[in-house]
């Protein structure tokens, strides 16, 4: 939870700067459509969580036009594939 500190979580614990991932995702969708990449298909293999797949998919947007749209997810197990 935000404000927790750090020796405070239980381990093992997933911890990860919020505004510097929403940053990088939206840095993908941007160079992709920059270099002609229209369709995009993240992994979540790495993060594993419902909100960071909304978060690669540019919060629901994405295939206006202006950067490439994310048409699915590739995941590595049945269980990420029920996240998502």
Same mark, same amino acid.
């Given at each position: ?26 840095? %993908? ?6 270099? +002609?990449?229209?369709?995009? $298909?993240?992994? &979540? ?8 797949? %909304? ?6 947007? +994405?295939?206006?036009?202006? $950067?490439?749209? &994310? ?14």
């Amino acid at each position: 939870a935000a404000g927790t500190r750090l020796g405070d979580l239980a381990t093992p614990a997933f911890v990860v700067s919020e505004p510097a991932f929403r940053m990088n995702c939206a840095s %993908v969708l941007k160079t992709a459509s920059a270099n +002609g990449v229209t369709r995009l $298909r993240p992994h &979540v293999k790495t993060h594993k969580t419902k909100e960071g797949t %909304v978060i690669q998919a540019g919060l629901g947007g +994405g295939g206006d036009g202006r $950067r490439a749209e &994310v048409v699915g997810f590739v995941v590595s197990t049945l269980p990420e594939l029920a996240m998502v």
